[in-house]
């Protein structure tokens, strides 16, 4: 994933907490056409220190 997707990432998710895996996944497509699995954000996100 690149800086710009978790910059992206953390953004959608400082807006709202309670989205689901699949939600910020279409997000991320719709916002900056970024295509990424379930699984692979979910790494990333507990890489970055969001567990849960």
Same mark, same amino acid.
């Given at each position: 994933?690149?800086?710009?997707?978790?910059?992206?990432?953390?953004?959608?998710?400082?807006? /709202?907490?309670?989205?689901? %895996?699949?939600?910020? %996944?279409?997000n991320l497509? $719709?916002?900056?056409g970024i295509?990424? /699995?379930?699984? $692979?954000? /979910?790494?990333?996100?507990?890489?970055?220190?969001?567990?849960?």
């Amino acid at each position: 994933m690149t800086e710009r997707g978790k910059r992206m990432l953390k953004h959608t998710l400082r807006r /709202s907490r309670q989205l689901s %895996a699949e939600s910020i %996944a279409k997000n991320l497509q $719709t916002l900056c056409g970024i295509q990424i /699995s379930t699984t $692979t954000m /979910s790494r990333e996100l507990h890489g970055m220190g969001f567990n849960g």
